[in-house]
């Protein structure tokens, strides 16, 4: 039972947000179509979910909204774990007066408490999917370099690196060869929990009215919409709102196993 | 300790002025002309000019950082575009509502996370330790975007025992402070219970519990004080992120604090006013993990001996 709830059921919850994403475009949705006389109608037969303010049908804006958070945490995710995991092997693993501005910069951006950066980015930027994703990846990089500095620290005095080096190994080839094989446990987990992180964050960006741009669908989006109809639409927050919590916790559980399975030095969060 | 407490504050210093930096460039970031963006397309051209000069944003880059930093040096952040008044007086006006919220919610993670992270130690594995990682793993995964309108919907519609928003009497408070503790208790209960986990298995405990201590006293006098130090640290880290869940736990409840003050802004395209939230915001938050760093290292001698 308990081995049922904390790996199957996020593993098909995860499976199901994934496919429901990349077949999004394939789908008869009609997340966009206004119907007058179905207005705030409640879940029932007509409507799997019921119908939002503009009667347009939440089943549908769902599955859209999925693609979208799906889209941007996988796209963050990848962009700050490419760019961290680069920026901070590379300055680590030189030293001196690179890894000193290599920690100040980090420092920096870490002083910039939660997605507040994110935040103000977004508002300057302006609203839409593509500057979602750069607001996001600007703040979500610097978790990937701290980590991946700390690895290459403990690990570039190892014999393995000093035979290497002592053979005359290009720099680059014992960073690909010799250190990121032995990152990659920490850095997935961190990644794992990174995904949880940004469907939040994108989801609280487009509550703010700062994400995807109306009428793209977007789950933080319409718990917004739905917030000013709770008294006679409570459907309209709790859909957006339980999808998001599922996949959250779902993350949240896997990378807690993939945590305990992978390494066990990884201090917890 | 001198030379610790000296590097600290050096260190804090950099990093201040490499916030003050970003935020700096912030406007500077936005595409396009930020003038033309902040006053919308109908504006006059001389309007414009006006604002732009006000701005500074006529002058080299180098010259308008220069002074940007020394406005700051003199508490001068410009003034508000859409209330025209100086931008300090806004955030002062908006400061007591966020730290009366930042007080209760964190007075409110304290009382709930220490219980039961101790509880959930002292008897591993039992239901109660269970129950409590289990709320744990909930609690950092429900975002508080959700968790406020369902607190609003249940207690101050239908219950009707708090009201609904705004900042009206001692209870208004009630519903944000839960909101924005979830997530922080959450986080701090499993600390706790991973230190205590850790305390509970020294030597000195069982001396003292051989020494026929109450079993309650061996716990909170010999136990909790040795468990709280990695606590504290991250108590201060956590502090960031309450700050940044303010802004949108504010929002959810219009509870008129700063972070409700940065949203109304980015929303009127009041630059000069978000660039002053985000920066003291920030501030706040290196200062408080200096502070936290200076606390540590003052409690712990190992910390501040051990060459920092």
Not at chain 1, 238 to 255: D, Q, T, Y
Not at chain 2, 173 to 202: D, F, K, N, Q, Y
């Amino acid at each position: 039972m308990r081995n049922w709830l904390s790996i199957k059921l996020p593993v098909v919850i995860l499976v199901l947000w994934a496919l429901l994403s990349v077949t999004a475009r394939y789908l008869p949705l009609e997340p966009d179509r206004i119907q007058l006389e179905e207005i705030l109608a409640v879940p029932g037969e007509a409507a799997l979910l019921g119908n939002d303010d503009l009667g347009r049908s939440i089943v549908d804006r769902m599955i859209v909204g999925a693609r979208t958070s799906f889209l941007v945490s996988a796209w963050v995710v990848s962009l700050s774990l490419l760019l961290g995991t680069l920026l901070g092997t590379v300055t680590a693993y030189h030293g001196g007066w690179w890894d000193r501005t290599a920690v100040l910069v980090v420092d920096v951006f870490l002083a910039f408490p939660g997605i507040l950066l994110a935040i103000a980015l977004a508002g300057l930027l302006g609203p839409g999917i593509g500057n979602v994703v750069i607001a996001l990846t600007i703040v979500g990089w610097v978790g990937y370099a701290r980590l991946s500095r700390a690895q290459v620290l403990s690990l570039k005095h190892r014999e393995h690196v000093q035979a290497a080096e002592a053979l005359g190994t290009t720099k680059w080839r014992i960073i690909r060869k010799h250190l990121l094989p032995l990152m990659a446990a920490p850095l997935i987990i961190e990644a794992t929990f990174g995904i949880a992180a940004v469907v939040i964050a994108e989801a609280g960006l487009s509550f703010l009215g700062l994400g995807v741009q109306p009428p793209e669908a977007s789950w933080g989006a319409m718990i917004r919409d739905g917030t000013r109809y709770m008294l006679v639409a409570p459907h309209m927050v709790m859909a957006p709102g339980m999808a998001i919590l599922a996949v959250v916790l779902s993350v949240n559980l896997l990378g807690d196993r993939l945590r305990d399975k992978l390494d066990t030095s990884t201090p917890s969060r | 300790m001198l030379t610790f407490i000296l590097q600290r504050l050096l260190g804090a210093l950099l990093v201040i002025l490499g916030v003050v930096s970003i935020v700096f460039l912030l406007i500077h970031m936005i595409p396009g002309d930020p003038v033309e963006i902040m006053l919308g397309e109908s504006a006059s051209t001389a309007d414009r000019e006006v604002l732009r000069a006000a701005l500074g944003l006529d002058q080299p880059v180098l010259v308008q950082f220069q002074h940007y930093l020394s406005g700051l040096l003199h508490l001068d952040m410009g003034t508000s575009i859409h209330f025209r008044r100086p931008v300090a007086d806004l955030l002062m006006e908006r400061l007591p509502a966020t730290a009366t919220l930042a007080a209760v919610t964190l007075l409110l993670t304290l009382l709930m996370a220490l219980p039961l992270g101790i509880m959930a130690a002292v008897r591993r594995d039992s239901l109660w330790d269970t129950a409590a990682m289990s709320f744990s793993m909930l609690g950092v995964s429900i975002p508080n975007f959700w968790l406020g309108p369902i607190l609003i919907l249940v207690f101050s519609l239908w219950l009707g025992w708090f009201p609904v928003s705004g900042h009206s009497g001692p209870g208004s408070v009630v519903l944000p402070a839960i909101t924005l503790s979830t997530g922080l208790i959450a986080v701090l209960s499993r600390m706790v219970r991973s230190s205590m986990l850790e305390v509970l298995g020294e030597d000195y405990m069982r001396t003292a519990k051989a020494k026929g201590m109450p079993p309650r006293r061996v716990i909170l006098h010999h136990g909790l004080r040795n468990a709280l130090l990695p606590v504290i640290t991250l108590l201060g880290l956590q502090l960031g992120a309450l700050l940044a869940g303010a802004v949108i736990t504010e929002t959810v409840f219009s509870w008129p604090g700063v972070g409700l003050l940065t949203i109304e802004s980015i929303q009127s395209r009041d630059y000069p006013v978000v660039q002053a939230c985000v920066l003291l915001i920030s501030v706040t938050y290196v200062v408080v993990n200096l502070l936290t760093d200076l606390a540590y290292a003052w409690i712990d001698p190992r910390i501040r001996l051990g060459g920092g």
